[in-house]
């Protein structure tokens, strides 16, 4: 035991804080969790889509975080060839519809490597837009044609600026081949953004998406 008291007592300095190099994968067992892990980011909360019309975040878009990212894993469509779509709400979730701007960019390679490509798509952007706004395009009810990706929203409780967003997804399309979609704009409110909202164009989904608190 006289090893093991030194070794502690050499890792901690003379204000009783731990040295950097007293905490390592070897040293820790049984913690999942670090209080103010040095990443800043936080996971508030998941939601799973089992057959359902929309999954919705009304809670937990507040000032404590400056960004907020949502993380898709298998998204996947009941109807063929649909678009994944969203849209923000700045009164809790009763109504969605603010006007947003966006920009869609697409990298596509098919399987059999018959043609691939890489083109901005005016078909999936938006110019002002009050409905819901795509973020992956013809997704199918294949199993290989669901989506994975992130959004991070930026600062969605400012009253004094538009809200930032970025979309980086792949999703399995018909033909059949991968796209990778990446979005970006603004909702053009400055007004708090405090709900949003993941749906299918038409028709149901499945999946899981994950909402994390970044400072």
């Known amino acids: ?40 980011i936080t996971f508030i909360s998941s939601q799973t889509a089992s057959n359902s019309a929309s999954i919705s975040f009304t809670s937990g878009l507040t000032s404590t975080y400056k960004a907020y990212k949502f993380v898709f894993v298998n998204m996947h469509h009941r109807t063929d060839v649909t678009d994944a779509k969203f849209q923000v709400s700045t009164d809790g979730g009763s109504n969605y ?20 490509g890489l083109t901005y798509d005016t078909g999936n952007d938006a110019a002002q ?16 044609m669901s989506y994975s990706g992130s959004l991070i929203l930026f600062n969605p409780s400012s009253t004094t600026y538009v809200k930032h967003f970025i979309i ?4 399995g399309a018909s033909n059949p081949m991968p796209y990778d979609s990446l979005s970006a704009g603004y909702v053009n409110t400055t007004s708090a953004v405090n709900a949003i909202r993941f749906q299918s164009e038409s028709g149901n989904i499945d999946g899981k998406i994950y909402m994390y608190g970044i400072k």
């Open 1 to 40: 035991m006289g090893a093991i008291a030194r070794n502690i007592a050499n890792n901690i300095t003379t204000s009783g804080v731990f040295t950097s190099s007293a905490i390592a994968n070897s040293s820790v067992t049984g913690i999942t969790v670090l209080a103010n892990a040095s990443d800043g």
């Open 97 to 116: 519809g603010v006007a947003i701007t966006s920009s869609y960019f697409t990298a596509y390679h098919h399987e059999g490597d018959s043609y691939s």
């Open 129 to 144: 837009s009050t409905s819901f706004v795509n973020i992956a395009d013809n997704t199918s009810s294949d199993a290989d």
């Open 168 to 171: 980086r997804l792949c999703n």
